[in-house]
């Protein structure tokens, strides 16, 4: 090995406090950027390999009901490679293992052999036998969390009757990897799942003999989609088709892609945040190591080393860091991707999901680790390349301080003279001060935004169900009832209040746009279910008029005034318009409201109402769910208070893991900036702290100069790392962002105080390590040294 | 009357095994109360380590060192702060002020500690530096910022003012100043004052000189007359 090469060993382990952080802050920044474009790689991957091994529709189309002799007409259609009609509706179930009533989207095996779009994959079991109606196949997700076993029987109601179907296999799709029941936003997985069965069976339990009810579609490939879209609606119209409609509207594709959007988004913005602090760490330690070696410097370069040999010897020592970092953060990577694949199975129905991030990823982790690090490096490494070898072998000259005018003057007098110290230190160093301050408050930034997740989680869940929803129980029928039916309900044991609601499956069109919708029809005065808006407001409908989310808004580019046409997806398929009353813009979802009656009025159906949402008394679940289960009216009942229940569960389960660690992260970062700060200040002022310690002052004293002037940075960070934080969280809400849901800015004073009390304590704690070595100090050797 | 300071048997070793280093090895001396003492010798001969043992910078490995009636070996590092916060002056070779702290503020820096001190202005004077005291330690010469040190040092009035190398770093016209307030200094407040030199013109300066070779006392000379700083040359 070359001298110079031991020699750069040796400069890293006497740095090695400060390589560690550095390597530590690289390696959290990298380990996020390994799992999340790995993880948005292997998802990716693994959806592309499941939707092309499994015929993954393109294209979909529901009607009402539609002969199926038209099957080879819709198939034969222009772009179309492959279709598959089939029966699809919703059942309740009566299910042993829970005591409310589950339900499930019910789907036909074609009669002839293997679904030629959307193929399932048999994981256990077999498939049902077309000469026994009753057998069946569930989703491996409802099996697993109800424990359901091949052999289980399980009840169905289907309009309206009960049917009793046997379990002869369990079964995933690429259809639903992501399942949740109409109209809930998060999974779960033991009150809905996916049952498949016989097509005549299904055929004859929903009514729907020689006829589909949906189409599903592979595109051939050079098809032209729109051309194909027009030439299905051409067929299907007739029917009740509420238009064929692309992967976009698949409820998992979307909610897949919408993962694939955040990841991305993850990628990108937290190893940014943590290449800069490592950057930023890397120009202090740097600094001072070149600061502190001027006349080896000097020596080296009177010995006939160019300035480009000495720049890339202090270089290198960066380089050897980066190198460090990218290593442990591409294990920690694989590590976290691993955790995060095992998580994503609990949500996304894969048949198998392997973390496996690309030899690019690693790269891309290398490069931007040896890019951080250099960037860090460069002002450093540039003034060492500059320094000339006369200037370095001598001492450097005695930092000059001037006296303070105006207020700092006047507070500088008031002063003892170690206070004076820390101020006149402060202000003589401005850009060395201010970089203290700003790695600070970039930790506190980020733990603030790390904080801000589980507020913004906690106030959308708070608004969703102890002010969107406050019912424990919505009950949907099966078609649109009279009023009176509410009487009905409120007569179910443990109901102790009921409110109507009124909601249609729409098509919107405004102009050439046309987009298809819930629209939510809200009873004046509603105390249960209502529309929060991202002030926390509730939004009323207007008396008149329809109103519209922004994102539905924009996407039919409607404004207030303008006439909309609206059509049922289903039914009767009515048609009316109806003027744009105002936009609204509510936290969840993008649906359009009116008031309740008149949109009952509207649908040429006055007084009939969709459901109810009912309070419960909780001592009395039991009789109502019994009752429940046996009232055939009804096609899904949806247990509010269970789906927060499991939510919050969830989260605290799986997100709460995320933000773990993403905390842990900051604290890395916290702790790191703050031993950098404390360490590279006693290094600058070792000398002037030993002159104290033998003049007489102890060590406490002596520790008031050291400790008090990075306290003093870090409080004057503490209100900009406080609007940094601000400023990062809300932009990255933003950046998080759907159009089904709005991440508002939640401001959290718990988060706040917290991020600060907790990079506080890391600044304390590094200054109290350096404390230690202010114990240490060679008094004499310091001082008889020249500087 | 009592000497300021006693040693009996001094040893200090660095180290242990067959790398120890004896840098003092069963030094006995007395030092009265207000003696201006010069230590002399080569590079490495102990005379440095001495004066750090009595200034409680370092300790001994072996045998006694009594200040007045107190045993500085048998002080904790608690007790050797306060000895030296309430009777010692330092002054090095390289100054060590502190440069964010103008000249006043260096000497008055002390006088926060110190129970009875002298002015920054009184201290400055006695070093002939009473109007440069609001310059930082950058804005001055090498020898004024000597000076400075040496007011600093004696403005908590110590009994015992140590000097090491106080004109190592200086020319002879500005080393002869430094000289010459230390000169002033010791006669006004009659600090025990000790100087390290390794330059032999400089012993002329007091009352004893101690010469040191290998970590002993090799000789020790009374001078019959002190030979003010102005005519020494080097």
Redesign the interface.
Known sequence: MRALDKKLLRDLWRMRLHAVAVILVLACGLSVFVMAVGMRGSLERTRAAYYAERHMADLAVSVVRAPERLALQVANAPGIAAAETRIAGLALLDVTQIEEPASARLVSLPLDGRPRVNDLVLRRGRWPDRARVDEVLVSEAFATALGLEIGDRLNATLRGRREGLRIVGIANSPEFIFVSAPGELFPQPERFGVIWMGREALARALDLEGAFNEVVFRLAPNANRTETIEAVDRILRPYGSSGAYGRDRMMSDRYLTEELHQLSTMAIFLPVFFLAVAAFLVNISLGRVIATERSNIGLLKAFGYGDAAVAWHYLKSALVLACLGALVGSAAGIWFGRSVAEMYQQYYHFPRLEFAASPLTFLGAWGAGLGAAGAGAVFSVWRAARLSPAAALQPP???????MRGAIAALSERL???S??IL??IV?YPRRAATTAIGVAFAIAILIVARSFPAVMDYLLDVHFQQGNRQNVTLSFIEAREIGVLHDVERLPGVIYAEPFRTEDMIFRHGRRRVQEALIGVPEGARLSRVIGQEGQVITPPAAGILLARSLAEKLDAAPGDEISVEQTRGRRIQARVRVGGIAEPMLGSSAYMDMNALARLMREPGRISGAHVVMDPMRHSDFNRRLKATPALVGASFVTLAERSMRTNFDEHIGLMIAIYSAFAAVMAGGVAFSAARVTLAEQE??L??????????G?VSYVLIGEIMALALLAVPVGCLFGMGMAMWLMRLFQTDMYAFPYVFDPNGYAFAVAFTLTCVLAAALIVRFEIDRLD??GV????? | MDPAFTMRGLTKVYGDGPAAVRALSGIDLDIAEGELLILLGPSGSGK?TML?IM?G??RASDGQVRFRDMSLTAMDE?AL??F???H?G?I???Y???????AH?NV???G??ADNPMSAQEALGLVGLGERM?H????LSGGEQQRVAVA?AIA?RPAVLLC?EPTGALDLKTGVRVLEALVEVNARTHATTLVVTHNADVARLGDRVVRFLDGKIRSIDVNAKRTPPSELVW
């Not at chain 1, 000259?397 to 006296?403: D, E, G, I, K, L």
């Not at chain 2, 060590?96 to 103008?102: E, F, G, R």
């Not at chain 2, 930082?136 to 804005?139: D, E």
């Open positions: 000259q005695p930092a000059v301080f001037s006296q003892d003279a170690k004076r110290i006149r230190r003589r000398r002037d030993a002159t104290l310690r033998v003049l007489g002052f102890t060590r004293e008094m004499v001082l008889k040294a020249r500087d | 440095s750090n200034g910078l370092d608690r702060t306060n030296r916060r309430k010692v330092f090095f070779q390289f060590n002020l502190i440069p964010s702290l103008t503020e008055e820096l002390v926060e500690i609001e930082f330690p950058a804005q600093r908590k090491d």
